[in-house]
């Protein structure tokens, strides 16, 4: 009689356990394409795929690591990311075919919102004799991570002035970029992403530094009629006690997706990370997060928005330009 009791009491239990749901599979997968190790890109990549899940339950989100802005847009107007961080001059460029030495159109790629200027950052030695950017001719430069905005927007620079082939260059992230400076294997870095930047930090703390003003040479070479960056200017005192303000222009880093991505995929997405705890978990990563607001919404962008990024802002009282409006 207990045997069969026992006996009868296990099956109710078996078939109990056998009847409970399993654990819900998320039912989106996320890959977002940040970019080179100490980066800002990276920064964000890695903030957001925790914090997405965080709210959304039904999302599962991972940063996928990336040369930066250029392979972000081809990766992901081609699906291989979900979204991406890309810069608006490679995004204009990429999705009318005129990428250098890349005609294709990555034209499914679009706009989510506004995340912070890039401004350019010419690194060299305190006591070195250089004042312009056309001083490094016959140097050793490095440009950036092969594929990054960074050393796209070297290569454009550099090429406007007539000095690219005529500097000793070479593609290295920024951290590889800096040790290499520290160790004297080269005499100035180049980098394109907010500050200040832990790169930057890290070659100063055994180098004395200074910036380079590149906006007096983007202004005398008609660089701005060229390209669509803007001027700006990095802070006094932004990697060292008594450092001057530096001229300089930047790009405006753009959350990206794809065209065919749900709409209710990017609406979730923006809801979230555009909300005012969205918004500080952000900054409490990097604060140059803080130009990410609601009111800087969708500066700078260059290519029309996602259906779901265009229903957020339009909630939010955005008047949205025709040149930006969903296409599809």
Request: charged share 20%; aromatic share 10%; net charge positive.
């Amino acid at each position: 009689m207990k045997k069969a009791l026992i006996f009868g009491l296990a099956a109710a239990l078996a078939l109990g356990l056998g009847m409970m749901p399993a654990a819900a599979e998320a039912k989106y997968k996320v890959k977002i394409g940040g970019g080179p190790t100490g980066g800002t890109f990276n920064t964000f990549a890695n903030g957001a795929a925790v914090y997405i899940p965080k709210v959304n339950k039904d999302i599962k989100a991972s940063a996928v690591g990336s040369g930066g802005s250029v392979e972000n847009v081809k990766r992901v107007s081609q699906g291989q990311s979900t979204i991406g961080l890309c810069y608006a001059v490679d995004s204009a460029l990429g999705f009318a075919g005129k990428l250098p030495k890349d005609a294709k159109k990555y034209n499914k790629l679009r706009a989510m919102g506004y995340l912070y200027g890039a401004p350019a950052q010419l690194v060299v030695r305190a006591d070195s004799p250089f004042k312009s950017a056309k001083d490094l001719v016959g140097k050793r430069v490095a440009l950036g991570n092969a594929g990054s905005g960074a050393a796209a927007s070297a290569q454009r620079f550099f090429g406007h002035l007539g000095t690219l082939k005529k500097m000793k260059t070479t593609f290295l992230g920024y951290s590889a970029a800096a040790r290499a400076f520290k160790d004297g294997k080269l005499d100035a870095f180049w980098l394109l992403v907010g500050y200040p930047n832990r790169a930057v930090i890290e070659a100063s703390v055994q180098v004395k530094i200074r910036l380079i003003d590149v906006h007096k040479d983007a202004v005398a070479s008609g660089f701005y009629k060229a390209y669509a960056y803007s001027p700006t200017t990095i802070a006094a005192g932004t990697y060292y006690k008594g450092m001057p303000p530096c001229e300089t222009f930047q790009d405006s880093t753009i959350l990206s997706t794809n065209k065919d991505q749900p709409e209710d995929l990017i609406y979730k997405i923006m809801k979230t990370l555009w909300s005012e705890q969205g918004m500080a978990a952000m900054v409490a990563a990097k604060k140059t997060f803080k130009a990410m607001t609601l009111q800087n919404n969708i500066r700078g962008a260059s290519v029309p928005l996602h259906k779901g990024a265009y229903k957020f802002w339009i909630e939010q009282g955005v008047k949205v330009p025709d040149s930006l409006k969903p296409i599809d």
